[in-house]
């Protein structure tokens, strides 16, 4: 029977095998290009969300007391301590605290070991502002917090309070 197959009967067959390949291998280098491109757009965003922080710095510098380490801290000319100015610190606030909601819930795992990638990067980022600044600090020890942070932001945030600094993001969201 295998002797009288003929060229027609193994060569269609074989096309089919040999396109169902090529289809697999064009799925998966097209879903590895749309997990690049996804995260390169994230990561694009975020910056522009760090430029606008950046533009508030520079419209109001008395916003440089969001940072407790900051020398206008001393300057009590610049400290401003009115309910207004209260206000404007914590909205900003506010505004880091939804740039690292948006991009701390959407970054790829962060690389281990001596390799970085930008999601260590912006959990490094996160941490720092923590450390230094008691206004998101007091923010996020509100009872409603809970109801208004995503749990990737919050764990992250327990995490930091017990004094964890090198996280993943799958231990974040496992918690």
């Not at 074989?14 to 290009?33: E, H, P």
């Not at 510098?61 to 309910?83: A, K, M, T």
């Not at 945030?157 to 231990?171: D, L, M, P």
Request: glycine share 2%.
């Amino acid at each position: 029977m295998v002797a009288q197959m003929s060229f027609k009967d193994i060569a269609g067959p074989l096309v089919s095998m040999f396109a169902a390949a090529i289809s697999i291998l064009f799925f998966v280098l097209s879903f590895r290009l749309s997990r690049r491109m996804a995260d390169r757009s994230l990561n694009l965003e975020a910056h522009k969300m760090l430029l606008d922080l950046n533009r508030q710095l520079i419209a109001d510098p008395r916003l440089w007391v969001f940072y407790d380490d900051h020398p206008l801290c001393d300057n009590r000319e610049l400290n401003d301590q009115s309910s207004l100015f209260q206000a404007k610190l914590e909205a900003f606030a506010f505004l880091q605290l939804n740039m690292f909601e948006i991009v701390l819930l959407e970054v790829p795992e962060p690389a281990t070991g001596e390799d970085r990638n930008p999601s260590n990067v912006w959990c490094d980022f996160f941490f720092d502002t923590l450390d230094r600044s008691r206004v998101m600090r007091s923010i996020l020890d509100r009872p409603n917090s809970s109801k208004i942070y995503n749990t990737v932001l919050l764990t992250l945030y327990e995490q930091w309070k017990k004094g964890a600094r090198a996280v993943s993001v799958q231990a974040k969201s496992s918690d």
